[in-house]
């Protein structure tokens, strides 16, 4: 099994930033993909942003400009750096891995517990 363990939410006030970071640890043989999700109360879990194993990194809309995601293969460990952030980005942040353990031939999908961030003055 993949565990992900994730850290660094908390409450910041509007405009301000917070760096997320989620490290994988397991019988892992390599990882794909790496991202972050958000789901706030009501409302469908959301792509936030993605990073390949070579650098390629994928970001909603609405983050562009303010969100970097990061990865070190080495620590299996990857990071969202978040800025400017809004109200509405309150959340439970989740990480997200696909991954492939040792002596398996297939990749499969895994997610941490979650990371409360909450945006408010």
């Known amino acids: 099994q993949v565990q992900l363990v994730e850290s660094g939410g908390g409450l910041v006030q509007p405009g301000g930033s917070l760096r997320l970071s989620c490290a994988a640890s397991g019988s892992i043989f390599s990882i794909n993909v790496m991202g972050w999700y958000r789901q706030a109360p009501g409302k469908q879990r959301e792509l936030v942003a993605t990073i390949t194993g070579s650098g390629s990194t994928n970001y909603a809309d609405s983050v562009k400009g303010r969100f970097t995601i990061s990865r070190d293969n080495a620590k299996n460990t990857v990071w969202l750096q978040m800025n400017s952030l809004k109200p509405e980005e309150t959340a439970v942040y989740y990480c997200?891995?696909?991954?492939?353990?040792?002596?398996?031939?297939?990749?499969?999908?895994?997610w941490g517990q979650g990371t409360q961030v909450t945006v408010s003055s």
């Open positions: 997200n891995a696909d991954a492939r353990l040792r002596g398996w031939a297939r990749f499969s999908d895994y």
